[in-house]
Structures are given as C-alpha cells and as structure tokens.
C-alpha cells in the first residue's frame, strides 16, 4: 500500500509516492536523493538522522513519511543559504566539530534548533540539549566549542 504525500522540503514544495511504512529518512535519502542526514542506530536514539520537522527536532529514522503529509522538513542540506553556510556548519569547520563525518548532520540540525530556541545558551544548556546526539569520535568537547562559538556570530 503506498501513500502520495506533498512535503516542503528545505523550501522547496515536493510530492512524492512512498509505500505507507517507508520512514522520513528513507524517503529523503532515497526517494529525494537528499544523503545528508545519516542512518547510525535505526531506532531513534543516536540522533545522526535529525531533521526539523515544523521547526522541531524528530529522528528521521522512526519517523514515518506520512506523518510529513503536507509539513515543512529542514535537513542539514536546507540549513545554508545564498550559497553561505550557517554559522553552526562553519563553526563545526572551524573548531574541528566533526571527524568522521556520521554523526554531524545531526549534530547541526540539533544546534540550529538549540540556538533558534536559546539565542546564547550557556555550556550546561548546550550539553543538555545536545545529549539526544551521540559521536564516538569528538569526545563532545569540540562539539560544545563549535555551538558556542556559533551563538557569538550572527545568525541568518
């Protein structure tokens, strides 16, 4: 049994046929070809499938495609504008965020919503916001320097 659902996806009006189980991340990555966000745990728990659906933090890989039907969905491809990254993907460039690069999508997506939410959170807010994300490469540390540096610079 499939579904038609017409989501806006990074502002850009999509509709597409997804059998009714089909998840959010499977339907971006590969009925949209949008491979930015990444499969880690496939149960919701690791956070490198995060997108922001309405505005707010869902982990693609539970999420079903139809819940989508006629919402916006932001992926870490859709968070750059004019051709500029945000200032969280920069900051994670320039104080060394990421390393493998798994878990990063969702990383950024979370931080995006942590500062559209905090406009400078302290240390102790970005930690707790962030502890739906894992990496096994970064020991937070670099993470947590990358969101602070990124709520200093002026956002779009």
């Given at each position: 049994?499939?579904?038609?659902?017409?989501?806006?996806?990074?502002?850009?009006?999509?509709?597409?046929?997804?059998?009714?189980?089909?998840?959010?991340?499977?339907?971006?990555?590969?009925?949209?070809?949008?491979?930015?966000?990444?499969?880690?745990?496939?149960?919701?728990?690791?956070?490198?499938?995060?997108?922001?659906?309405?505005?707010?933090?869902?982990?693609?890989?539970?999420?079903?495609?139809?819940?989508?039907?006629?919402?916006?969905?932001?992926?870490?491809?859709?968070?750059?504008?004019?051709?500029?990254?945000h200032p969280v993907q920069?900051?994670?460039?320039?104080?060394?965020?990421?390393?493998?690069?798994?878990?990063?999508?969702?990383?950024?997506?979370?931080?995006?919503?942590?500062?559209?939410?905090?406009?400078?959170?302290?240390?102790?807010?970005?930690?707790?916001?962030?502890?739906?994300?894992?990496?096994?490469?970064?020991?937070?540390?670099?993470?947590?320097?990358?969101?602070?540096?990124?709520?200093?610079?002026?956002?779009?």
């Amino acid at each position: 049994m499939t579904s038609r659902i017409r989501i806006t996806v990074n502002g850009v009006a999509r509709e597409v046929e997804v059998p009714v189980y089909r998840t959010l991340l499977d339907c971006l990555r590969y009925d949209l070809g949008l491979t930015g966000s990444k499969e880690g745990c496939g149960v919701g728990v690791c956070g490198a499938c995060t997108v922001l659906l309405d505005g707010k933090m869902v982990s693609s890989c539970i999420a079903l495609a139809v819940f989508a039907d006629g919402r916006e969905v932001t992926t870490v491809e859709g968070i750059a504008r004019d051709k500029r990254l945000h200032p969280v993907q920069q900051a994670f460039m320039d104080f060394g965020g990421f390393q493998c690069g798994i878990c990063t999508p969702g990383q950024v997506v979370a931080a995006k919503a942590l500062l559209d939410a905090v406009e400078n959170p302290t240390e102790a807010e970005i930690r707790e916001w962030m502890l739906g994300n894992l990496c096994r490469c970064t020991g937070y540390y670099k993470i947590v320097e990358s969101i602070k540096a990124a709520a200093k610079q002026e956002r779009p």
